[in-house]
């Protein structure tokens, strides 16, 4: 099965621990995202990338890492810099060009 | 910076009533695109809508797309207590060419059965 899969379903980070969440896609596609969402809020880019070994910052990516070392990952890690990571992760990834984007199921962070 | 913003921000409405929902936008565009999200779940694409077509049908969904007033609107005819989802509208923003969907705040739907 194509798909794009998020790993783990559900996080728990300590205060002060950095968090990596992964995203590994079999589509194929060049490009990849990563969106934070907040409860009963849109969503929001924290980092993309449109080709591996290049990413740019979305409107929010302070706090946060990636890389792209493989055209299929796209592991983004929160670091202990976030003050506020709370909150549902999600990944997605599309063809080049303005096409429409496939999203994984999503990880849902929280500070313990 | 939120291009995208829907309206209403939530509708509720009882089985076999249509649903319309509606997303401004703020900068040039290629295309509008329409996506779905169950609660705690991804995000869906349901339909994209091309800059130069007005209007598209996709089964019980019908897009407005109005470029000059950067608007669209999403319509769900005879709506069915499994629509009940939140419905964002996404746009690329081609002015500064980031090559990324920016998302709307969304509309949340729930039909009442």
């Known amino acids: 099965d194509g798909g794009i899969t998020q790993s783990p379903k559900y996080l728990f980070r300590k205060e002060g621990q950095n968090v990596t969440l992964s995203c590994e896609q079999n589509?194929?596609?060049?490009?990849m995202y990563w969106y934070r969402q907040d409860p009963g809020q849109g969503l929001r880019l924290i980092y993309y990338?449109?080709?591996?070994?290049?990413?740019q910052k979305g409107d929010i990516a302070e706090g946060y890492s990636v890389s792209r070392e493989k055209k299929e990952s796209f592991p983004l890690t929160v670091t202990s810099a976030q003050k506020n990571p709370t909150a549902f992760y999600l990944c997605?990834?599309?063809?080049?060009?303005?096409?429409?984007?496939?999203f994984g199921q999503g990880t849902r962070l929280t500070v313990v | 910076s939120q291009q995208g913003e829907e309206d209403p921000q939530a509708l509720s409405i009882q089985e076999g009533e249509n649903a319309t929902m509606n997303c401004s936008y703020k900068?040039?565009?290629?295309?509008l695109q329409w996506y779905r999200q169950n609660s705690g779940r991804g995000l869906v694409h349901l339909i994209l809508?091309?800059?130069?077509?007005r209007e598209k049908h996709s089964g019980r969904l019908r897009v407005t797309l109005d470029t000059s007033k950067k608007s669209s609107s999403l319509l769900i005819t005879a709506s069915r207590a499994a629509d009940t989802a939140s419905y964002f509208c996404?746009?690329?923003?081609?002015?500064?060419?980031?090559?990324?969907?920016?998302f709307g705040s969304g509309t949340r739907l729930q039909v009442q059965p």
């Open positions: 997605a990834s599309r063809d080049r060009g303005n096409t429409e984007a496939f």
């Open positions: 589509l194929n596609h060049d490009a």
């Open positions: 990338s449109q080709i591996v070994n290049d990413f």
């Open positions: 900068t040039s565009i290629n295309n």
């Open positions: 809508i091309r800059s130069n077509e």
């Open positions: 996404a746009t690329d923003d081609i002015d500064t060419g980031r090559r990324a969907l920016t």
